[in-house]
């Protein structure tokens, strides 16, 4: 079902479409943390990537849980987005032969993954407080919050070191 399927008709199908979306996002971006956290030579880089790999497994079993509160099982369909982002990220990480240089274009995906999140995270925190879904709200709610403080996280850790050793 994509995204302007005939199978969507409904503000709940949408919903539902997008939740199915980011469930999927969410794994992809579990199998690709461990490579990042491989590539990563900062030590600093390497443990945010390893509490942001824990921090996407407990966002996961949030997803299960929205999805629970709705009587569904959890379900996740094809993101084009997200495989592409999480595709360019490794083409840009495996022509970088500088490891300083490495580690600045690792967090420029990382925070290309977490813009995507947050903006995901938001639609269906909004979708769900509208139509009435409160537990699929809070929930989304406490990730977005985990996923703009990592973006926020890996800018500082940009903007104090990273850019500047990789320049």
């Excluded at 942001?52 to 379900?75: D, I, M, N």
């Amino acid at each position: 079902m994509g995204l302007f399927s005939p199978d969507i008709e409904t503000m709940e199908d949408l919903f539902k479409h997008q939740l199915q979306d980011v469930y999927y996002a969410e794994k992809q971006i579990l199998k690709a943390l461990p490579d990042m956290i491989e590539k990563a030579t900062d030590p600093e880089l390497k443990q945010g990537f390893q509490t942001h790999l824990a921090e996407t497994e407990r966002q996961v079993e949030r997803l299960r849980q929205a999805f629970q509160s709705l009587g569904q099982e959890p379900k996740g369909v094809d993101c084009p987005a997200i495989d592409g982002i999480i595709e360019e990220a490794n083409e840009v990480a495996g022509e970088v032969g500088d490891k300083e240089v490495l580690d600045a274009a690792l967090i420029a995906a990382a925070q290309a993954v977490e813009h995507y999140e947050i903006t995901r995270y938001g639609t269906l925190a909004a979708w769900a407080k509208q139509l009435g879904h409160t537990e699929c709200a809070r929930l989304f709610e406490e990730t977005l919050a985990e996923e703009r403080a990592t973006d926020k996280k890996l800018t500082e850790l940009a903007e104090r070191k990273i850019n500047q050793r990789a320049a």
